[in-house]
């Protein structure tokens, strides 16, 4: 083995909490575990996280009730078998993260402290250090990662590209010349791509990977959009990574906005107010001063509804009244407005939405896999139908850690992969890592594929300059309906016909709709 190529049993890439407790997991089942991070560990996406883990822990609680809420925020596009497996893994999840040495906040007498957030109908949402829980997380198990002998950390390197039997060309989408050649007028098509078994992971700075298993737990494509809650880093890096390898995505129209996005703040815009803030009483407050909506209605609804109050008064932000809540119970929050010369506790917060979490993603199924044999995909990365058409608050984090220990099992039942060929790792180390969106294509994603998306702005974003952009207008023109965080101008309302829908893209560009139960 050359010290440009290693062998491991499972590869993962990304460092966020998916993938941080998919190593741990697989490095407990006795396997050798490579971790590749783009950044430092500890700096990723789910670092920022401020909700926690929805887990039906509390004794008015139900797995029934939280498969419930489940369903009812994700609006008839929820894959049941999907949701079944959270609601029941995420309470061991919890024990096992407490196990670990994770601590969740607690009352008096030590009893979890749940918090209460849009859509859930029971107090469900475990924490630490109030809005502090992803901050607290990673870096409890970065500390894990580290000390554990069995995992090989390589941090700020990211991934070129992933290495697959038959090594294909890649299967970008060309870029089309009009509309209707990015549009297919197909439903219902199987799609032709065949792909080769995934054998590891080749990586810019010219190390190969080879493993039974690669996990790719790379986080969404927020920050493509220019007005977003998530670190720049959250690019859909492994969106196209696994397309390019010939993976089925799926749903990439699905795009959530949360409804309080700080705006206007210099320093701070983009920041995000944790709902939970609002699960404790905060209030949601327009120009003339009056309440227009249920705070705690699922978010879907409350992006819109203050939308829908920005256009009819003129105005860029409403105004979050978080002034009878304890600042102790938020303090990273209190603390990030206060340092920006806001101070939360004496005046209302400008807020407005921003995009936040994408549904869309990597097709997996219930054990993480995608569409190519050893590929799997995890967390924001993948798409397993689980949040349906608008995620239920804090339902993520949980997820990360279920499909972290499904996926991390499953991988090492995969095959060895076939020893590498030296001008096979030659053509690897050519490709061209994926691209970053520019200020152009946020921009235009901010514009034609926000809150409200017309078929015209949609037209034109399936020219974009970026892949990634392209695919997103083209489920988007797909979907004509409007169902959860997609709300198409021309199709105001559901299509019944689209319940438990799902469009899927072929790694050749063709899209297609499957129903998932
Ligand atoms: C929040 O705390 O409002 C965000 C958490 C999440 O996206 O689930």
């Known amino acids: 083995m050359s010290k440009t190529h290693r062998e491991v049993d499972v590869a993962v890439v990304g460092a966020g909490a998916a993938g941080l407790y998919a190593a741990l997991c697989a490095a407990r089942e006795g396997a050798q575990v490579a971790l590749v991070s783009a950044a430092p560990l500890a700096q990723t996406a789910s670092y920022w996280a401020q909700g926690g883990l929805a887990a039906a822990l509390a004794s008015d609680d139900s797995m029934e009730l939280h498969l419930k809420d489940t369903e009812r925020a994700g609006r008839g596009a929820v894959r049941r078998s999907a949701a079944e497996i959270l609601v029941r893994e995420a309470p061991e999840c919890v024990h096992d993260l407490q196990a670990l040495g994770m601590r969740f906040d607690a009352d008096r007498q030590g009893r979890l402290a749940l918090g ?8 469900r949402v475990v924490h630490a250090g109030g809005s502090a829980t992803g901050r607290r997380l990673l870096r409890a198990l970065s500390a894990l990662v580290v000390a554990e002998p069995r995992i090989a950390v390589l941090e700020n390197t990211r991934a070129r590209a992933l290495w697959t039997e038959n090594q294909p060309a890649y299967h970008e989408q060309s870029r089309p010349t009009n509309s209707e050649q990015s549009r297919p007028s197909h439903h219902e098509q199987n799609h032709p791509t065949n792909p080769g078994r995934c054998r590891g992971v080749a990586c810019e700075d010219g190390r190969v990977l080879s493993a039974r298993g690669v996990v790719l737990s790379t986080g969404g494509a927020a920050a493509m959009w220019a007005r977003t809650t998530n670190p720049p880093g959250s690019q859909g890096v492994g969106l196209l990574l696994a397309q390019r390898a010939g993976a089925q995505l799926a749903d990439l129209e699905l795009l959530q906005f949360h409804p309080t996005a700080v705006i206007g703040v210099r320093g701070r815009e983009g920041f995000l107010v944790t709902e939970a803030i609002r699960g404790e009483g905060a209030t949601l407050h327009d120009a003339a001063g009056e309440r227009f909506v249920d705070e705690l209605a699922p978010r879907d609804e409350v992006s819109r509804a203050i939308q829908a109050r920005l256009a009819q008064t003129g105005a860029s932000s409403v105004g979050l009244d978080m002034r009878k809540i304890d600042p102790a119970l938020f303090p990273n929050v209190v603390g990030a407005l206060r340092e920006a010369g806001l101070d939360p506790t004496r005046e209302l917060v400008p807020v407005a939405p921003a995009a936040h979490y994408m549904m869309g993603g990597v097709v997996s199924d219930l054990q993480g896999r995608s569409t190519v044999p050893g590929l799997y995909a995890i967390g924001e990365a993948s798409c397993t139908g689980l949040h349906g058409a608008n995620r239920l608050a804090s339902n993520s984090l949980s997820e990360c850690f279920v499909w972290g220990r499904r996926a991390a099992r499953a991988a090492l039942d995969e095959p060895l992969p076939e020893p590498a060929r030296a001008e096979e790792l030659e053509a690897l180390r050519a490709l061209s890592p994926p691209p970053v969106a520019g200020e152009a294509t946020r921009t235009a994603l901010w514009q034609d594929a926000g809150i409200e998306r017309s078929p015209e702005g949609l037209e034109r974003l399936s020219n974009d300059e970026h892949p990634l952009a392209r695919m997103i207008a083209l489920c988007a023109l797909e979907r ?30 063709l899209a297609s709709w499957q129903t998932w139960v």
């Open 480 to 509: 004509a309906e409007s169902r959860g965080a997609h709300h198409r101008s021309d199709h105001p309302e559901p299509d019944p016909a689209l319940e438990h829908r799902h469009v899927t893209l072929a790694a050749s560009g």
């Open 116 to 123: 209460l957030e849009g859509g859930h109908s029971v107090r």
